[in-house]
């Protein structure tokens, strides 16, 4: 069975949408990253930037899911503590 050659033309418009996902995704990422600093939603914007750099690149996607992995941590901390200052407040009383 032959293969089909992709024209010239078809190639140079894959290379045009990764070139284009590149650069929204590192400008998002900047803007995160900026915002962190200024009012904006910093951590939001950094989450977007890696998820679309996570289409392309490796290393975004692993970020993005250490991220994501420190997030449930943080969140199950919070809540333990909040479930176990709840439980003291209601046994002091």
Do not use: H
Request: a positive charge; zero cysteines.
């Amino acid at each position: 069975m032959k293969r089909k050659k992709k024209s010239p033309i078809i190639k140079t418009i894959e290379q045009a949408k990764r070139l284009i996902k590149v650069v929204v995704g590192f400008t998002v990422l900047l803007g995160g990253i900026i915002m962190l600093v200024t009012p904006g939603p910093g951590i939001v914007a950094i989450i977007m930037g890696l998820a679309i750099l996570g289409t392309e690149f490796v290393w975004a996607k692993k970020l993005l899911k250490r991220f994501e992995k420190e997030a449930n941590n943080v969140k199950n901390s919070f809540v333990n503590n909040y479930l176990n200052k709840t439980k003291s407040e209601s046994n002091d009383k």
